[in-house]
């Protein structure tokens, strides 16, 4: 059984706690993390008990990623795998170039992809003590990719997820030599996170996470393809 790490995962309807229940369902630990107080999480935290560790942290400021970081090295000696889940966008991210305030883009920039390279250097001494290869999926977005651009709204966002790209990269060329990191960017799929039964999306967050789970388990050890996949484990243009 593996310790298990997912970020943003206070929203039942979501992708990031369904994520989460799918490893607690597989028998693994799961590290939970929140940015507020989720009556969701603490359900399954009276149903799991000592297998979720719930940890609230915001990928906005490194102190406090650094003491979760603290706080999970309390309870845990390392960690498996790792999924930066959490997303925040800004309210223009449906704008386009003329409408939008693009002073609120480098917040959105900040959580998607600092606030997860914050979370993997707060996290990494746990990673590396992993028995096996610790496995990094950054959760990016077709939206990301810079070849497979047709919008002009969702400026934010995309950018973010591009530059999550990009540090997924950054990432994999600091940690591939020794083989105790690997890491990944992975679109994964088109998803009803907003709970709504009228969203086109054709998966639910639970048929995702479940697809996504397996997915894991194939790639922690290739060492060699490209970093930027769908949850088909497809390889998808940056
Ligand atoms: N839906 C799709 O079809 C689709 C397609 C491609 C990619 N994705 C990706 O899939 C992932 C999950 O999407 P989703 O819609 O399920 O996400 P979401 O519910 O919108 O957000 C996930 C969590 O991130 C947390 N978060 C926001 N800002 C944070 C911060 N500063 N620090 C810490 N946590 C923060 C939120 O916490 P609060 O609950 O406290 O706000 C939320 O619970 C995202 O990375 C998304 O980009 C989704």
Known sequence: MANVMVTGTGRSYALGYNLALRYLEGGDTVIA??????????ELKEKYGDKLIVVTMDLLDS?????AAEKVAQKTDHIDTLVNNAVGVSPDCDKGFFEADLDLIPRTVD?????TMRVIKA???????????????????????IEKCYRTNMIDYGMGKAALNMATMNLYNTFK??????????????????GNP????????????GILKDLFETRCEDFTGHRFITNEGVDYPF
């Open 33 to 42: 993390t929140i940015r507020k107080p989720s009556p969701e999480i603490d």
């Open 123 to 145: 996290f990494y001494p746990l990673l590396i003590k992993a028995p096996g290869t610790a496995l990094i999926m950054n959760i990016s977005s077709e939206a990301g990719s």
């Open 63 to 67: 102190g406090s990623v650094n003491l």
């Open 111 to 115: 959580i998607i992809a600092v606030g």
């Open 177 to 194: 030599d020794d083989h105790k990191v690997n890491i990944f960017a992975v679109h994964p799929g088109w998803i009803r996170t907003d």
């Open 198 to 209: 009228d969203n086109p999306a054709p998966l639910s967050s639970y048929e995702a996470a």
